[in-house]
């Protein structure tokens, strides 16, 4: 049988096991010899497992064991004995010892030390900073949050798609595009897979999501910005408006957040995070009416332009006290600040507006949408707006004059969202291995 077939984890050892010989493996958290005794905490995904080693019952194990460095990984072959002293209520007595690898020391991060590193010298050691549990548990509340997410796309029968990260045109504006070389041209790497989701809505997969790294040369160094995120991307066709597309998002969130509360209980709980789940609809607050709350509130932001991270913030705060709601849809956004976004459809009755939406959770934005411009012509004149070349958008444009039904969707930012979900201060905490202007390694 493979060894990890017989390794229990700890969390696997029950009262049952009391007497008999088990197998455990893991990381030496402590050992604490006192002279002819010693106890090794050993660590592993669930907890710690004591291992007790006695000198004068092997007396060549027990110089080993305390000859070994912290974070030594070693399989433990043993007898369980209930014990009232170990955390877990039980101990192993060990009969056999490997040492599967040695740790050196002085080590660069300490996985139990009291004080706390500073971020970037967890982020330089981020295996070792995951050895913590509550690291990890910030990894295993987004992989549920995903899940809550694929399950109301799964059941609203979007399908799950990859499009290409390297592309000949960006579509968010050429001042966040990262260039490459790609054999003999040039290329980017993808921003969103805006043209593409699209694209497809000429297909007949008219409903398709996409959840994958997207790429933002971002000039500021800020706590929620990263030059590498997670995208889910969603694109629907057949809808009316707007509107359509707001309610997919707010069954996602609703989806996810309601996944957290079961299958993330533990891990919530370890953070000492008590997650609300508010009940949709959420609130829709016109970005007019945004601007004069913001006013009242002695917060002066000129009609058509943007909110900016601290009118974000303010908002969150005032729609918390006017509605008590964690999580707003900011909606019709002014077409002068949707402009640059040369696929944003506008209100045929007032041009100067836009069905486009943000929603926002605690003061941060964490979705952008709308309906999209599917009328060729439209959507031409759009782009000589906005100065685009319209050749290197050639397949993206060709896909509107053979029936392209009305469409819309949206972009969500997994990493914003889970950094409001848990109130975590930087967004790098929700990143495994973050990129950002000065971070490329490792
Ligand atoms: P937008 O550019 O607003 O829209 O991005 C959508 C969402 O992606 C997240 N996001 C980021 N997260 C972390 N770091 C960044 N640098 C970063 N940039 C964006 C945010 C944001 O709300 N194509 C459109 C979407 C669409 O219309 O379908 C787009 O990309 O949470």
């Given at each position: 049988m493979p060894v990890w077939q017989h390794i229990l984890y700890s969390a696997e050892i029950t009262a049952e096991h009391y007497g008999r010989t088990v197998s455990v493996g893991?990381?030496?958290?402590?050992?604490?010899?006192?002279?002819g005794i010693s106890f090794v905490q050993l660590r592993d995904r669930d907890g710690v497992v004591q291992v007790t080693a006695v000198k004068k019952r092997n007396p060549e194990?027990?110089?080993?064991?305390?000859?070994?460095?912290?974070?030594?990984?070693?399989?433990?072959?043993?007898?369980?004995?209930?014990?009232?002293?170990?955390?877990?209520?039980?101990?192993?007595?060990?009969?056999?010892?490997?040492?599967?690898?040695?740790?050196?020391?002085?080590?660069?991060?300490?996985?139990?030390?009291?004080?706390?590193?500073?971020?970037d010298t967890r982020l330089n050691n981020r295996f070792m900073d995951l050895r913590k549990a509550d690291i990890r548990a910030v990894f295993r509340i987004r992989a549920a949050a995903l899940q809550g997410v694929r399950d109301y796309l799964l059941s609203e029968s979007f399908i799950e798609v990859s499009t290409p990260k390297i592309v000949a045109a960006?579509?968010?504006?050429?001042?966040?595009?990262?260039?490459?070389?790609?054999?003999?041209?040039?290329?980017?790497?993808?921003?969103?897979?805006?043209?593409y989701k699209q694209n497809l809505m000429a297909s007949g997969l008219d409903r398709v999501y996409e959840i994958a790294p997207a790429y933002r040369a971002e000039a500021s160094d800020t706590v929620r910005h990263i030059a590498e995120f997670t995208s889910l991307d969603v694109e629907l066709a057949f809808i009316e408006s707007s509107e359509d597309v707001m309610a997919v998002a707010e069954g996602i969130v609703d989806s996810s957040l309601r996944h957290l509360l079961t299958a993330a209980k533990a891990d919530l709980d370890l953070l000492g995070v008590d997650l609300s789940v508010p009940e949709p609809p959420y609130p829709r607050i016109r970005y007019d009416d945004a601007i004069d709350l913001l006013a009242s509130d002695g917060m002066k932001i000129a009609h058509g332009d943007d909110l900016g991270t601290e009118g974000e913030k303010r908002l969150g705060d005032i729609v918390m006290e006017k509605h008590g709601a964690l999580l707003y849809f900011i909606t019709e956004f002014p077409?002068?600040?949707?402009?640059?976004?040369?696929?944003?459809?506008?209100?045929?009755?007032?041009?100067?507006r836009t069905g486009y939406f943000d929603l926002d959770y605690k003061g941060q934005e964490i979705v952008?949408?709308?309906q999209r411009?599917?009328?060729?012509?439209?959507?031409?004149?759009?782009?000589r707006e906005n100065g685009l070349d319209l050749e290197a958008f050639d397949f993206y444009l060709k896909a509107f004059r053979y029936g392209m039904p009305p469409h819309g969707g949206f972009g969500f930012g997994i990493e914003r969202y889970v950094q409001k979900i848990l109130d975590l201060p930087n967004i790098r905490e929700t990143v495994l291995y973050p990129r950002d202007r000065v971070r490329l390694v490792p």
């Open positions: 893991g990381w030496v958290q402590d050992i604490r010899n006192l002279g194990l027990f110089a080993e064991i305390n000859s070994l460095q912290r974070e030594s990984v070693l399989l433990v072959r043993g007898t369980v004995k209930e014990s009232k002293e170990a955390r877990a209520g039980f101990e192993v007595l060990p009969e056999d010892v490997r040492v599967l690898s040695a740790a050196e020391s002085p080590q660069p991060l300490g996985v139990v030390d009291k004080v706390g590193a500073d971020l960006g579509a968010e504006g050429g001042a966040t595009l990262f260039p490459i070389k790609y054999f003999d041209k040039s290329a980017y790497l993808a921003q969103s897979p805006q043209l077409t002068s600040l949707k402009r640059g976004t040369f696929y944003a459809k506008r209100y045929d009755e007032d041009p100067e952008s949408g709308g411009e599917h009328r060729y012509d439209v959507l031409v004149e759009q782009m």
